[in-house]
């Protein structure tokens, strides 16, 4: 089949010319004077030794880089230390096994009509499905997370999953964006929120909250 893309020309290789070369081997230098006479810049050429030396600080050890930190991967590589102290890298870890693992996921959300599915962590990111019943064409799915054991909280509104319909159910998803200085230790709880046929439902996980702990590497 014919493309109608514009095809790319070839042009036939041609020979620079004696004078052309004889010009490049020449290159022109062009220097600017002041008013007596003396130039205006100053132009140092510095040249790189495989001898030189390198701050030991500003190479990354093996298999780390400011990139991997960020999304709290470790390869091989210490702790930053310095006279500023200790700062460890760190990652959150989902305490509960995959709801849909569990033997009475469909029953249960045959039940409360709403139940998370899938929970995954990518560096300080928590990204979760969560599946509803297909009981009314408008749905409203959010997501309640609290950082600091529920002192305070966040709403979340989650995203339907477009074409994620099997007939009885439905799929949203949600993302929950960790600080980077989370503290070790501590823990993100979070629960669904499910609103559709003018009910509201939960998934608090039994009452006991879903839950994501900071540890150290």
Same mark, same amino acid.
Do not use: W
């Given at each position: 089949m014919a493309s109608n893309s514009p095809r790319q020309k070839s042009w036939p290789e041609q020979k620079p010319s004696s004078a052309l070369v004889a010009g490049l081997r020449t290159p022109k230098v062009l220097r600017f004077a002041d008013s007596v006479g003396l130039p205006l810049t100053t132009t140092y050429l510095y040249r790189w030794s495989s001898t030189d030396s390198i701050p030991k600080q500003c190479i990354p050890a093996s298999g780390d880089s400011p990139v991997l930190r960020q999304w709290g991967v470790r390869s091989g590589a210490p702790s930053l &230390?310095?006279?500023?102290?200790?700062?460890?890298?760190?990652?959150?870890?989902?305490?509960? &096994?995959?709801?849909? #693992?569990?033997?009475?996921?469909? +029953?249960?959300?045959? +039940?409360?009509? *709403?139940n998370v599915e899938n929970v995954a962590i990518i560096g300080k990111s928590?990204? &979760?499905?969560?599946? *509803?019943r297909n009981i009314a064409y408008e749905k409203h799915l959010s997501v309640r997370y #609290?950082?600091?054991?529920w002192k305070t909280s966040h709403d979340l509104l989650a995203s339907y999953v477009v074409g994620s319909c099997d007939g009885p159910t439905d799929r949203f998803n949600f993302t929950i964006v960790i600080p980077e200085d989370y503290p070790v230790g501590r823990r993100i709880q979070f629960a669904v929120h499910f609103q559709a046929a003018g009910g509201d439902f939960w998934d608090n996980n039994g009452g006991r909250n879903y839950s994501v702990i900071c540890e150290t590497t």
């Open positions: &230390s310095g006279s500023v102290g200790t700062l460890p890298l760190t990652k959150l870890r989902f305490e509960q &096994s995959q709801p849909c #693992s569990h033997p009475e996921f469909h +029953r249960t959300l045959q +039940r409360n009509l *709403v928590i990204f &979760s499905t969560v599946r *509803v #609290s950082c600091d054991d």
